[in-house]
Structure formats: structure tokens, C-alpha cells
């Protein structure tokens, strides 16, 4: 599919505005998954590790299948992976309601609620990449702060929807709430060339040109049967002698001769038709080794390998805080009275403020997005390591503020991504990456969870997520370092303006 020029606006800002709902819609329950684990662990008495897994599958199983999921929107498109997505996340929430256990639970909201939010992240991103180009920062930031607001009011809405209908009437109507994914994604109209080809030409191009050389030749063959038969008769006519037993004998011939040509091309037809079956399976092994080339040539970029431990690590420590803080609270036995607003709404209505500050100054030439993500990755990593000596909810509520805020790098990701390999790979690059950071996704959880079962407290959990993050964050500065370009090349001279982690993506 070949794209015009992105228009940095127009019909883009109402893309905009559809993917901020879809990331809101989708992303809500998920990201506000803390209310409903402490409701899981009553509700079906298992251990921390164990009940959070549902909440690390919900979000990491989405990015763990970012690879199949971008190669299904390149191959269908934003809006119908949308529009299916939207009934896998309306349908895996209405199934939870019905968990009779924890394993159930796995797969509806898990793997179901999870694999749609992954699917509806990438087809949200990957049509505003293509829509901005000068703004991309500022788009990016926008609908990556859905689903923050969704965080946000997703936390109080089930804390009351539990209340009034229970768990089960909380899930269903969030099921419900979550259909209008459908509106959003039926607006994502894709941008598409006007001089583009058509789906018929274009599958008319790709027929082998074999195929027509067999619709030839059968009509070459007919054609010579029916001036065989019409010459005939002509002389028939001509001499006006009936002769049946000639006529028999000719007809004989006729007929023997159509069956031997119809049998040759028959043959031959299923010759050619078998050849273009192995030259199409060839040409898919070719594309699938050639996968694995780009693959390849993407690690040997010292950035894009360092960004690949980077957000591994970053996963791994710093999304625990979102889905267990108020359990975290609950075991520093502080009590509810002190609650002025639950601490998951405050991480996430600073997420979608960190978001859109982080995206905006990632429009400005001055500023090296690379550096402004690795400093959001060590100051993350030093509050994680602050939360152990968090003894009343002001201090929990500020680092859940300052957490919530730094974990808005997500929106300047992309961003990075598309500086350290290019617009070209962007959807290979960025789907490997997000395989490893929902990996992080949901190994994290779990294993703060089985430190607590073991330990009994949260200190050690929390001292191994900051160092997870901190050593993240160092990786990727070192690799960043301008001084490794003028080791490897002394005599290039950078261009004024240009960022170390651009020209180590030409390496």
C-alpha cells in the first residue's frame, strides 16, 4: 500500500481523537486491574503471585503478540483490526464476570481482554505515525494519555460499580461501556495514495503470466478445431456428395484429436499449476529468512540493542506499582479514612500528564528524546527504591504521583523508536520491542507478588524492581554515549542537530 505525504492534520486530528477514546475504552480495566485483584484475592482466596497473573497477562499479553499483531494491521489495515478487536475486549470482559476460578480468569481477561488491547495499541499507533510526521510527538502524547484518563476514572468507577452491582455487574457493564471501540474504529479511515492501484488490477498483476499463456493456447487449440470443422463442411458443401461413412470417420478424427489436445493441456496445466505453488512457497521462506535478516540487522544497531534490555527492565520493575499500590497500602495498614483518592487514579491521571509534557517536548529540535527517556528511566528507578521507606498515604500518594508521571515515557517510545531505526522499520522494530516489554509485563506482577509470599513485605520486591529499572536506564545511556561514534568512525563529521543514537542507527 503506498501513503501520501502525512498531512499533520486534517482528518488526522479525528484520528487522533478515536484512538484517545480506544486507548481509554481498552485500556481502562486493564491499567485500573488494582481494584479488581484485591477483589480477586477475596473473592477466590489464592496467593498474591498467582492472582497476579491475571493483571500482568491483561497488559503484557498484548505486547508479547505485538509481532502478530503488526503484521496484522499491515495486512489488514487499522480499521478492521479495530473494529474486531473492540468485540474481543467487550467479550472477554463479559466472560470474566462469569470466572467461576482463577484459571478462567487467565484466559478471559488475561489472554482475551489482553491480545484485543494489543492488537487496538498497534492500530491506534501505527495510523497516527501515518498521519504525522512533524507533529508525531505531539499526536503520540495525545492518545497515549487514553489510556491514563481511562486509568484514572476507570479506578473510581469500578471501586463504585463493585459496590452497587458487585464484581460480576462491575465486569459486565465495563464490557458493555467498551462496545463503543466500534464507533472509534470505523473513523480510522485509512491514508492511502490516490494513484494507487486497484484491489482488482492488483490482483490481476500478481496472476503468474504462465495462466494466460494456457488461456492462449486453449484458445489457439479451439480456435483450430472450429476452422478444422468449418473448412470441412464448406468442402462438404462444395462437392455436395453424401458420404456418411467418410463423415464418420472424420468426425471420429475430430473428436480424438480435441480429446488428446485437452488432455496435453490438462497436463501441462497441473505441471505449471505445481511450479507455482513451489515458486509461491519459496517466496514466502525468502520473506520469512529476509524477516529474519532485518531482525538481525536491527541488534547489530548498539541503540536499538541497548533500548531492547532498556525496556525489558523497565517493564519488569516499574509496572507493579500500578497494579499492586493500593494492596501496598493496605499492608502498610493505612487506614481507609486517610483516603483522599485512591492511589491508582493518582498514578494514573499523572501518566497522562507526564505523557503530553513528555510528547510536546519531544517536538522540539533542542531536546535529544533519547536522553529524555533515559533520564525518566533513573528517576523512576529511584523512586521505586523510595517506596519501602513510604509509611503514610502523603508519601504514597506523591510517589504515585512521580511514578505516574515518569511512566509517561510511553508516549515519547515511539518516538525514540522511530529516531533509532527509522520510518521504514518502525513496525518490525517497534513490534520486538513491545514483545519484550510484555514480556516484562508479565513477568513483573508476579514476581513482587511471590517476593511478598515469601518475604512477607514489600521491601525486598520493590529494592529488586528499582535496580531492574536503574539498570535499564544506565544501559541504554552508555550505549547512547557520542563518544562511541567517534571511535568507530574519527573522520565523519556530524551534521549540526544530529543526535548520537541517529547516526548509530545507519551502523
Known amino acids: 500500500m503506498v501513503y501520501r505525504k502525512p498531512p499533520d492534520g486534517g482528518w488526522g486530528w ?186 482488482e488490477k492488483a490482483c490481476t498483476d500478481k496472476v503468474p503470466d504462465q495462466y494466460f499463456v494456457y488461456h492462449e493456447k486453449e484458445k489457439t487449440v479451439e480456435e483450430n478445431i472450429s476452422i478444422l470443422e468449418k473448412g470441412y463442411i464448406d468442402e462438404k458443401c462444395a462437392n455436395n456428395v453424401p458420404d456418411y461413412k467418410q463423415d464418420n470417420i472424420l468426425n471420429k478424427n475430430v473428436l480424438s484429436s480435441i480429446n488428446v489436445n485437452e488432455k496435453d493441456t490438462y497436463k501441462k496445466k497441473v505441471v505449471e499449476q505445481t511450479n507455482f505453488c513451489k515458486q509461491l512457497a519459496k517466496r514466502k521462506w525468502q520473506l520469512y529468512l529476509n524477516y529474519w535478516e532485518e531482525t538481525v540487522v536491527l541488534f547489530k544497531n548498539r541503540v536499538f540493542s541497548a533500548l531492547f534490555f532498556a525496556i525489558l527492565l523497565f517493564d519488569i520493575g516499574g509496572f507493579p506499582p500500578s497494579l499492586l499500590m493500593e494492596d501496598i497500602a493496605r499492608s502498610a495498614n493505612i487506614n481507609e479514612e486517610d483516603y483522599h483518592m485512591p492511589l491508582v487514579s493518582i498514578i494514573g491521571i499523572m501518566t497522562a500528564i507526564g505523557k503530553l509534557i513528555l510528547g510536546i517536548l519531544a517536538d522540539f529540535k533542542w531536546v535529544n528524546t533519547l536522553y529524555l527517556y533515559v533520564l525518566t528511566l533513573l528517576m523512576m528507578g529511584a523512586a521505586l527504591l523510595a517506596i519501602p521507606f513510604a509509611r503514610s498515604y502523603f508519601t504514597l500518594a506523591v510517589l504515585s504521583g512521580i511514578l505516574g508521571f515518569l511512566t509517561g515515557n510511553w508516549s515519547i517510545f515511539p518516538y525514540v523508536t522511530t529516531k533509532t531505526v527509522g520510518i521504514e522499520k518502525l513496525t518490525h522494530a517497534y513490534g520486538i520491542l513491545m514483545f519484550f516489554a510484555g514480556l516484562g509485563n508479565s513477568l513483573g506482577p508476579p514476581i513482587v507478588g511471590w517476593f511478598y509470599d515469601w518475604t512477607q513485605e514489600y521491601d525486598t520486591a520493590f529494592y529488586f524492581s528499582g535496580f531492574c529499572v536503574l539498570l535499564g536506564g544506565f544501559l541504554l545511556l552508555l550505549a547512547a554515549l557520542p563518544c562511541w561514534n567517534a571511535c568507530t568512525d574519527r573522520s565523519s563529521k556530524l551534521p549540526p542537530n544530529t543526535y548520537s543514537y541517529k547516526v548509530a542507527s545507519s551502523a
Open 14 to 199: 479525528v484520528i487522533v481523537i478515536v484512538s484517545f477514546f480506544t486507548q481509554f475504552l481498552c485500556y481502562g480495566s486493564p491499567l485500573a486491574v488494582g481494584v479488581l485483584y484485591l477483589e480477586w484475592l477475596d473473592a477466590f482466596g489464592e496467593g498474591k503471585g498467582k492472582t497476579a497473573w491475571v493483571g500482568s497477562l491483561a497488559n503484557g499479553i498484548g505486547l508479547l503478540a505485538s509481532p502478530v499483531c503488526s503484521i496484522c494491521v499491515s495486512s489488514f489495515g487499522a480499521r478492521p483490526v479495530a473494529i474486531f478487536s473492540g468485540f474481543m475486549v467487550a467479550g472477554g470482559l463479559m466472560m470474566s464476570s462469569f470466572a467461576p476460578n482463577i484459571y478462567f480468569l487467565y484466559l478471559s481477561y488475561g489472554i482475551v481482554v489482553g491480545l484485543g488491547c494489543g492488537l487496538l495499541y498497534n492500530a491506534t499507533v501505527t495510523i497516527t505515525c501515518q498521519y504525522f510526521d512533524k507533529r508525531r510527538g505531539l499526536a503520540l502524547g495525545l492518545i497515549s494519555t487514553g489510556s491514563s484518563v481511562g486509568l484514572f476514572i476507570y479506578a473510581a468507577l469500578q471501586r463504585e460499580l463493585i459496590e452497587l452491582y458487585g464484581l460480576d455487574g462491575c465486569l459486565l457493564i465495563v464490557g458493555a461501556l467498551s462496545l463503543n471501540i466500534l464507533a472509534c474504529g470505523s473513523l480510522m479511515r485509512p491514508l492511502e495514495s490516490s494513484d494507487s492501484p486497484s484491489p
